[in-house]
Each structure stands twice: as structure tokens, then as C-alpha cells.
């Protein structure tokens, strides 16, 4: 059975910093991007970062190259993404997905608000 699992977020103030965690089981997570996407409220999820299965490749949304980055542990089926300098505009549920050929796999998301 396949469990895709967000922790980390939660409250910071603006300029603060947050690691959201992903803890993946039940497929090859070293077979599979491993990509972060966001949701704000009223807004289309839209892809913050992803990361190659292997680690070597990434790519980062515009707005957070910089900020953000993105790493995986294939040893413990783990994906991170460091969120450093947040801003209000930061602030959406977030959600960790799997990706390899047609397959995606999906969290049920951690909410980050970025508020003083």
C-alpha cells in the first residue's frame, strides 16, 4: 500500500524558515521524482520543486529559486524541502508527489502560513 506523508508545516513569521518533510513507502521511491507542489487558497496548484530520482536534477519555481531547496535521502524514502526567507505569498497547503511514466502518487498536504 502506498503512503505518501507531509510533515513540518505550520506558523512563521515572514523572513522565518521551515523544512517540510516527506516519508514515502509501499513503491521504488528511488525510481520516482519526488516533486513539491503548493496550493494557496482560490489559487491552481502550481509546482514549487522537484528533484531527479537520483538526486542530480532540480528545478525550482521562479518566485523560491534562491529560498527554497529541495533533497532527497533515497536510503530513507525521504524528500525535504528547506524554505528559508518566507514570505506571505508563501503561504499554501503543500503537498509532496511521486511521479515515474504515468503513475503519480500524492500527499495529503501540510499547511504553511507565513503571518506576523
Known amino acids: 500500500q502506498v503512503h505518501v506523508v507531509e510533515s513540518g508545516g505550520g506558523l512563521v513569521q515572514p523572513g522565518g524558515s521551515l523544512r517540510l518533510s516527506c516519508a514515502a513507502s509501499g513503491f521504488t521511491f528511488s525510481s520516482y521524482a519526488m516533486a513539491w507542489y503548493r496550493q494557496a487558497p482560490g489559487k491552481e496548484r502550481e509546482l514549487v520543486a522537484r528533484?531527479?530520482?537520483?538526486?542530480?536534477?532540480?528545478y525550482y519555481l521562479d518566485s523560491v529559486k534562491g529560498r527554497f531547496a529541495i533533497s532527497r535521502d533515497n536510503a530513507e524514502n525521504t524528500v525535504y524541502l528547506q524554505m528559508h526567507s518566507l514570505k506571505p505569498e508563501d503561504t499554501a497547503d503543500y503537498y509532496c508527489n511521486a511521479h515515474r511514466w504515468t503513475v503519480d502518487y500524492w500527499g495529503q498536504g501540510t499547511q504553511v502560513t507565513v503571518s506576523s
Open positions: 528533484i531527479s530520482s537520483g538526486g542530480s536534477s532540480t
